[in-house]
Structures are given as structure tokens and as C-alpha cells.
């Protein structure tokens, strides 16, 4: 069964907003590291954001500082990345994956996550 899995995907025009969601077991969202990754077509999969078990660090890629936001909400056993002002760029699938334990120097190496979504698929258009 899945033990992540991603909603809030969707169409939006440039200079919109989504908000995802990643929701987990409680294991997982108490004690993992918990990170986006996005792959578009015809490009490798990247990094785009990670929080800390505690949510006291976050990382989040070059191209998207300023404009996307990750949080988590333990109570609902959930983690969110707002993403505001979004571009064509941003067009991808995303997934949440979860890291135990994480090393942030390397936040972004996806061989540190051991448990994916699904996906969601984010298209950003006009």
C-alpha cells in the first residue's frame, strides 16, 4: 500500500498559485525527512524542496527561492509546498518522498529518500 501520497496538483495560468499536499502514515511523517521532487518531460528529476523530521530546517532549490514555501502540520500528518507566482517552468510531475535519516548537506540527491508517492501533475499554462 502507499504510505505517501501527493494531492493539489492541477492546471493553473502563469502568476498562479497551488498548494500540494503530501500526506503520510504517522511513523513516517513523525521520524522521516520529507521532500518534493519534480521530473518533467524529457528531464532528469529534481530537487525542489525538503523539510527536517522537526521542520526546523528546510531546503529548497535555486529556481524556485522565493516563491515556493514548504511546512509541515504533524497533527494532520501532512506536508505542504505552497507554490506561488509559478511559471511554464514549473510544469512537472511532483513527488514527496520521505528520507530516514537525511543528510541536508545533499537534501536534493534522491537516492537518500527511501519511500515515494505517486505523483501529481502540475501543469502551468496559458
Known amino acids: 500500500q502507499l504510505q505517501l501520497v501527493e494531492s493539489g496538483g492541477g492546471l493553473v495560468q502563469p502568476g498562479g498559485s497551488l498548494r500540494l499536499s503530501c500526506k503520510g502514515t504517522e511513523r513516517i511523517m513523525d521520524l522521516y525527512a520529507i521532500g518534493w521532487f519534480r521530473q518533467a518531460p524529457g528531464k532528469e528529476r529534481e530537487g525542489v524542496s525538503c523539510?527536517?523530521?522537526?521542520?526546523?530546517?528546510?531546503f529548497y532549490a535555486n529556481s524556485v527561492k522565493g516563491r515556493f514555501t514548504i511546512s509541515r502540520d504533524y497533527k494532520k500528518s501532512t506536508v505542504y509546498m505552497e507554490m506561488d507566482s509559478l511559471k511554464t517552468e514549473d510544469t512537472a510531475v511532483y513527488y514527496c518522498?520521505?528520507?530516514?535519516?537525511?543528510?541536508?548537506?545533499?537534501?536534493?540527491?534522491?537516492?537518500?529518500?527511501?519511500?515515494w508517492g505517486q505523483g501529481t501533475q502540475v501543469t502551468v499554462s496559458s
Open positions: 518522498a520521505a528520507a530516514f535519516p537525511l543528510d541536508g548537506s545533499s537534501w536534493y540527491d534522491h537516492t537518500q529518500y527511501n519511500i
Open positions: 523539510i527536517s523530521s522537526a521542520g526546523g530546517d528546510s
